[in-house]
């Protein structure tokens, strides 16, 4: 079993960057899908970016070239770096993983062990 706890969420102006991070516990990333959903009030959680085994990594267009996702492997901690932050931008913010070699992709439905969420708030 697999937990995954975030943190890092907050406030900021836009334009600003905040880094998330998503630490595990009862497993690691080898090999596995590691996810960034988010999901905003009446809205469906909505995908972010997916890197597979720390490896091959797909941005969701809206995301593209002002989020990047790393990994460190001592501290079994994931990160996602977020820059030039929009009010769009504002939601809870998850981290999911999956089986080990049980490749997922956008598809929330997809994955097995998600985190409680961590909040960000983009003012404008």
């Known amino acids: 079993q697999v937990q995954l ?11 600003g960057s905040l880094r998330l991070s998503c630490a595990a516990s009862g497993g690691t990333f ?4 590691i996810a ?3 999901q905003s009030p009446g809205k469906e959680r909505e995908f972010v970016v997916v890197s597979w085994s720390g490896s091959s990594t797909t941005f969701a267009d809206s995301v593209k070239g002002r989020f990047t996702i790393s990994s460190d492997n001592a501290k079994n901690t994931v990160y996602l770096q977020m820059n030039d932050l929009k009010p769009d931008d504002t ?3 998850y981290c999911a993983t999956n089986s080990i070699l ?4 956008r598809d929330y439905h997809e ?8 909040q ?3 003012s404008s």
């Open 5 to 15: 706890v975030e943190s890092g969420g907050g406030l900021v102006q836009a334009g």
């Open 91 to 93: 939601a809870v913010y």
């Open 102 to 105: 049980k490749r997922a992709g």
């Open 30 to 33: 080898s090999m596995r899908s």
């Open 120 to 122: 960000v708030t983009v």
């Open 36 to 38: 960034w959903f988010r």
């Open 111 to 118: 994955y097995l062990y998600w985190g409680q969420g961590t």
